[in-house]
């Protein structure tokens, strides 16, 4: 132990630095009042593309952000090189709040939620009608999904010189929801205007199995930046996954796109079970006869009657109660 004489004062005595420097660390932080605004385009293993002015612009993720994620769709504050050219980096300081925000869970029984996207408007659903066969249930969840991040959603039928498209209208077209059909040809000669139209002025988030169509549809939209595109497996029936990141994608200069990967599953995990009776507006004015707390699958539920007399499809129903059962299954866990 190191001694000190009487007379010594604090000139004298001698602080060991910490470890960590003898700098004492500070709450404040810069305000960065001269950061430029940027969109987010795509996200790949930490590497953040931002549109910044009229250029691209590659910036990691200060570290005052803490655990804040950045996603695609966001609106940030950019510093740093913002010169976008080859090996230059940015910072992103700030995420500012967020007017939407789409989730998803791996399935129902996971707790870990997915941010898909960030500030999208709409959410288009791309199905194709053959090779794969539709899945109904799948559409359903997306629904669900939709409404409850307050997305307008928008049905995208694919295919359709496989397959009709009006057994599966049948069910969709009294929600009200907005649907477009496409064929094969059009969208490979890039005649997808009907589907331009409906897109114009909002930022679309296009989600679906692979091997429906939806980046064929993407690159038909947006020609000058081709992504990759896959077939569909001939034993599986399923579709191989080529994009592996979601990838936002200037329409005209009031209108986005974003494609996403391919997604096996749309789990619902972060939905609370009271609103998915919100996705199915044909069965939802039924539940008026339903008693107080009724779980929508107990025999004095009034949508049974409901259904029985023509106002909604039986496999609308069934659909509701598989999703309702698997929240019940994760609530009682």
């Known amino acids: 132990m190191r001694r000190y ?3 010594s004062d604090e000139d004298d005595i001698r602080i060991r630095p910490g470890r960590r420097g003898s700098r004492p660390r500070s709450s404040i932080r810069p305000k960065h009042e001269d950061a430029a605004e940027g969109f987010v385009v795509t996200v790949d293993r930490g590497r953040i593309t931002c549109v910044v002015g009229d250029h691209e612009v590659t910036a990691m993720k200060a570290r005052e952000l803490g655990r804040k994620s950045v996603v695609v769709g966001d609106s940030v504050a950019v510093v740093g090189d913002l010169s976008g050219d080859e090996g230059s980096l940015a910072r992103i300081v700030r995420v500012h709040t ?13 707790p870990y939620e997915r941010v898909v996207v960030a500030n999208a408007d709409q959410l288009a659903v791309v199905t194709a009608l053959a090779d794969p066969e539709p899945r109904p249930r799948m559409i359903d969840r997306c629904l669900v999904a939709a409404y409850d991040a307050g997305l307008e959603p928008l049905l995208v039928l694919t295919k359709s010189d496989l397959a009709p498209a009006e057994p599966l209208l049948r069910t969709y077209r009294p929600l009200g929801v907005r649907h477009v059909v496409t064929t094969r040809d059009t969208l490979a000669t890039g005649g997808a205007e009907e589907v331009r139209e409906l897109l114009k002025g909002r930022t679309t988030v296009f989600v679906g199995h692979s091997g429906v169509g939806k980046t064929t549809l993407v690159n038909s939209l947006v020609p000058g930046r081709a992504r990759a595109t896959g077939a569909v497996n001939a034993v599986t029936g399923r579709g191989r996954h080529t994009t592996t990141s979601a990838l936002a994608l200037p329409l005209d200069a009031e209108s986005w796109v974003i494609d996403t990967p391919g997604v096996r599953s749309f789990g619902l995990h972060h939905v609370d079970p009271s609103r998915v009776i ?38 609308r129903l069934n659909s509701l109660r598989r999703l309702l059962a698997t929240r019940e299954r994760r609530e009682g866990d």
């Open 278 to 315: 919100h996705a199915f507006p044909d069965l939802e004015p039924g539940t008026v006869g339903c008693p107080r707390a009724c779980s929508h699958d107990e025999p004095d539920c009034a949508l049974d009657a409901w259904v029985a007399e023509g106002h909604a499809e039986p496999a």
């Open 5 to 7: 004489r009487k007379d």
């Open 98 to 110: 967020r007017r939407s925000v789409l989730r998803r869970t791996a399935d129902d029984d996971d």
